[in-house]
């Protein structure tokens, strides 16, 4: 096995990429298939200056260290060799791009291991969760592009079945009614440095507990009056097992079970019998649940069933950006975003709204990999996703934002040319459309300068630029309203310029874009930029709200732009290139035909792409 150097020197970035990053890249440079063997002047920031020691092996590809862990239970004829995952929301709000992270690996294990995954909602919390939810969530994983076929399933399929489980530990003396109220329960518990103590109901019989567990389905007590809690370890080190509730009295209609139930299983009481239940090989969870999984091997063992195992892994945290539904909720509730399919939200549904597509974000999820550590990952690098695909699969069309009326005084008033534009250069099948070009156009306000600057190279008084695909123009004269704002141009062309070549050879510095005044298409268009003005809003060291950094600018409408009348009847969803401004789609809620409506995906700079450069020097 080679060994390969490779140096990532990035100290001239203002943000220092993470060690993830570094290795991405080096990765990248070795191949896919090498893995770091070491790296060196790591700070807190980032790395300054590393040197990443590659061992390369091209001929087979590496392994996340999930999959090394299920290629090891093949090898031993685990589970006979069946791999079967799960992806398990809880229905209490819209997914985002961190349970994309999620849904990708445990569907993209099924399927690299020809096994199965389940979708399963977690809906043990009537309060929190709505139908509406459910809708979403299916609606968002089919967009995603994976199938769990005729496994739809739901934490409420199984209540019967673990209310019998759970009055088998009682009858096990493994489980106990307790009466102490949340509160109490809590000041029971301990702390971190200091062991609990045993509830004053943890010696109750066998039959006490029967009766009461039994009293608490059919409705006797109200809420919070009591409690199923597992006798496990009052003063254990981790405090997950210091006798964790496994039931709860909630009065609460189910979205889907109605008024059957008034009582509830907890989380982590019902995850572990739902993976049992459904036999799932490889229970895998983000982090924040590793302290979690002695209890989730207590409750299977103790009832000797069928047992998963439950493996952790980093959850995606993404910069400027906020992933969590309760705070995404509350943006949604107080109206800071129009709902959670807004544009700027980081949902699925929300970036499905903005234009991203499917491929675009399992890229994504593939090119940050799989890690047992946290790390936050650049907004760059999915935006470079994202505009790569669009790239390959856009067609270019030109769209005027900000119209600054041109007329070209020598074109003859009544004649109208069909010019040739070519609809994707990356894509040679896409092939060319016609564009109406006549004596009156609309071009970009900032495309004129009278007092350009000396790298200004598009037009100006007497300057001569390239129209995109059709003629040489200078301008001749400037038309000012009594503000002495600029309203318009006079032009003269060169007609034997035809396409955007002179057959003289003289060249032109500038390419401007433009639209046919009697033939452009009014449209309005907004523009996104990022929610939050900081990377980690939830982070700040001073301890201030997350929404003191909401970006004011994250949205500008414009609503007097020009397109090229091959977007009239544009359906939405509908994704193009408006040619030097970026990708954009036509809006699926609010356009309509006669009043188109495009959200801008992503611009056309790439500063992940830059970052590549630079690094490559």
């Known amino acids: ?343 700027r939200m980081p949902t699925i549904s929300g970036m499905r709204r903005r234009g991203y597509t499917p491929e675009s974000i399992r890229d994504f999820c593939e090119r940050i990999g799989v890690a047992k550590f946290n790390t936050r990952v650049d907004m760059a690098l999915l935006e470079f996703c994202v505009r790569a695909h669009l790239n390959k699969t856009s067609p270019r069309v030109m769209g005027v934002l900000d119209p600054l009326r041109l007329v070209i005084d020598n074109y003859p008033e009544e004649k109208e040319e069909q010019l040739d534009a070519v609809n994707n250069p990356e894509d040679e099948s896409a092939g060319t459309r016609k564009v109406p070009f006549s004596r009156v156009l609309y071009i970009e306000k900032n495309d004129f300068l009278e007092d350009p600057p000396r790298k200004f190279h598009r037009l100006t008084t007497g300057r001569e630029v390239r129209l995109r695909y059709a003629y040489f123009i200078t301008c001749t004269k400037v038309i000012k309203d009594e503000n002495g704002n600029v309203v318009e141009l006079r032009c003269t062309y060169d007609p034997n310029t035809r396409g955007g070549d002179a057959p003289d050879g003289r060249k032109v510095k500038g390419t401007i874009h433009w639209v046919s005044a009697a033939h452009a298409v009014d449209a309005e268009v907004r523009l996104y930029d990022r929610l939050f003005t900081i990377e980690n809003p939830l982070g700040d060291k001073d301890g201030a709200d997350y929404r003191t950094f909401l970006n004011p600018n994250s949205l500008e409408v414009l609503r007097s732009c020009k397109v090229e009348p091959s977007l009239t009847g544009a359906e939405p969803g509908t994704r193009v290139q408006f040619e030097r401004h970026g990708y954009f789609c036509v809006d699926i809620n609010d356009s309509a035909p006669g009043a188109l409506v495009f959200n801008r995906t992503v611009a056309l700079r790439d500063s992940w792409a830059k970052i590549e450069k630079k690094r490559k020097r």
């Open 1 to 343: 096995m080679a060994t390969k150097t490779i140096a990532a020197k990035v100290l001239s970035a203002s943000r220092p990429p993470s060690l993830f990053h570094v290795v991405g890249h080096a990765r990248r440079e070795a191949g896919e298939s090498a893995w770091p063997v070491f790296a060196t002047q790591v700070t807190a920031r980032g790395v300054s200056s590393t040197k990443i020691h590659m061992s390369e092996n091209r001929n087979k590809k590496s392994l996340n260290f999930i999959e090394e862990i299920i290629e090891t239970d093949r090898a031993a004829g685990k589970h006979h060799g069946r791999v079967h995952t799960r992806f398990p929301p809880e229905p209490n709000g819209y997914l985002h791009v961190g349970h994309a992270k999620s849904i990708c690996l445990n569907f993209g294990l099924a399927q690299k291991y020809g096994g199965k995954c389940n979708l399963r909602f977690d809906d043990t919390n009537p309060v929190k969760e709505e139908q509406e939810y459910v809708d979403s969530i299916i609606e968002d994983i089919k967009w995603l592009g994976w199938d769990w076929e005729d496994r739809l399933l739901f934490a409420s399929d199984y209540f019967e079945r673990m209310y019998e489980l759970g009055v088998q530990l009682v009858r096990a003396g493994k489980a106990y009614v307790c009466d102490l109220s949340a509160e109490e329960t809590g000041l029971y518990r301990g702390t971190l440095t200091k062991p609990g103590e045993g509830s004053p109901f943890r010696s109750r019989s066998v039959d006490e507990n029967l009766d009461l567990f039994e009293r608490m389905r059919k409705g006797e007590f109200p809420d919070g009056s009591r409690t199923l809690r597992a006798k496990i370890d009052v003063a254990s080190p981790n405090m997950n097992l210091r006798d964790p509730v496994m039931y709860r009295i909630l009065h609460a209609p189910h979205h889907r079970t109605g008024d059957t139930w008034c009582i509830y299983p907890m989380y982590d009481w019902a995850h572990g019998l739902e993976d049992s239940i459904e036999g799932i090989t490889h229970s895998i969870c983000t982090l924040e649940f590793e302290d979690h999984r002695p209890l989730y091997d207590w409750f299977l063992d103790a009832l000797d069933v069928f047992h998963p195992q439950q493996i952790e892994f980093a959850r995606l945290e993404l910069a400027y950006v906020v992933l969590s539904k309760r705070r995404l909720l509350e943006l949604v509730e107080e109206k800071h975003v129009s709902g959670w399919d807004d544009p």
